[in-house]
């Protein structure tokens, strides 16, 4: 799947979206929005820290408090020294006009700096729709059909990928699990059911077409592997013009 195309499932239903483009440039009024909400949730962590100490009775000394004191003034200096020989461009997403941004972040600075003695966690929620201005409808198909015609999906684009995906329907329709098989040395691991409940009974490796030179040394390869990792090793066979698979099977087998 390309990596600028994001695929939800809603009830059974696929959407392709084109990521970048959902995502336009936010206005100022957004990003304030935002920083607000953030900053209100840091305050918000901090004060049930505080609350929890508070009902806990860890009582804090005259002297424990000076020091903390002093290690937030030369936190806050440090700070604002750096804030100071900046470029006045280190703000979280740098909406406001430059001759508002060192007084606002040296505020802001100021105020978090205070309670930096409890540790709080900035949460970041993975979904694009958290954000405000995402906005994926004019950016969405319902169908590959649709999606392809916009150009942002091309899979399959060549022979192996094609091939790759005849098989895997071919073995689904069959009502085989498919997992991914390189660690036994196939392209996929072919189950019999639910891959919790069963163990897989084949390890296939797609041959690209019916024309496709096979080499007798392969051949015994596969068939060695597959008894070295308890599976039959399944070659499948993709002819590409007339859409079909076909499929052989290799098992090692002793004599004497």
Not at 113 to 142: C, F, G, N, Q, R
Request: proline residues 6%; contains cysteine.
């Amino acid at each position: 799947m390309p990596e600028e195309v994001v695929l939800l499932v809603e009830n059974e239903l696929a959407t392709l979206i084109d990521d970048p483009l959902a995502h336009p440039e936010p206005t100022l009024d957004q990003l304030q929005r935002w920083n607000a909400q953030q900053e209100e949730a840091i305050r918000q962590q901090l004060a049930t820290a505080q609350a929890k100490g508070t009902k806990q009775g860890h009582a804090i000394s005259e002297e424990a408090l000076q020091k903390r004191r002093l290690r937030e003034e030369k936190r806050l200096a440090e700070t604002s020294k750096v804030m100071e020989t900046s470029n006045k461009e280190a703000t979280l997403f740098a909406p406001e006009p430059a001759a508002a941004l060192p007084s606002r972040n040296l505020s802001i600075a100021s105020e978090v700096t205070k309670l930096s003695s409890i540790p709080h966690t900035i949460i970041v929620p993975a979904p694009s729709s958290s954000v405000e201005w995402y906005d994926a409808d004019a950016v969405s198909y319902a169908t590959v059909e649709a999606a392809k015609e916009a150009g942002i999906w091309d899979y399959p684009s060549n022979l192996q990928e094609r091939a790759k995906c005849g098989v895997f329907r071919s073995l689904w329709e069959q009502g085989f699990f498919m997992g991914g098989g390189i660690k036994f040395g196939g392209d996929y691991l072919v189950y019999p059911g639910d891959p919790l409940r069963y163990h897989s009974h084949f390890a296939a490796s797609i041959v690209e077409s019916p024309m496709a030179p096979l080499r007798p040394m392969e051949i015994v390869a596969h068939g060695r592997l597959g008894t070295a990792t308890k599976k039959a090793h399944l070659l499948c066979g993709w002819d590409d013009d007339k859409k079909e698979t076909s499929y052989l099977s290799i098992e090692w087998a002793g004599f004497g």
